[in-house]
């Protein structure tokens, strides 16, 4: 990896560490400054992210494939380059192809 703070390279990484992983994901913390959170999510073409609970703040910035964002108030596909707000709700990631994500979380 060329920097902890580079990216492209950390996507890289973790995708190539999703397609080794049973599960098909890896993740690694990137920032972490109470109450900031920065997290590179990489998933393989298919695996998801389990419904899960919404931090208070949270947004999804997709660095690489596509992924859909799923909850009740409606499902979101995003491609890279695609900020969006994670819904105030109970919500999951599937990847509709290999896909990276940067997740932006604030918890008090």
Known sequence: MDAPNDLNALAAEHLAAA???PHGRSAHLLLHQDPLRQTVIALTSGSALDEHNAPPAASL???RGSVRLTAAS????LTPGRLHPIPQERHGLLALEDAVVLLT????
């Open 19 to 21: 397609r080794d992983a």
């Open 105 to 108: 979380a604030v918890n008090p």
């Open 74 to 77: 409606g499902d979101v596909e």
């Open 61 to 63: 910035l997709v660095l």
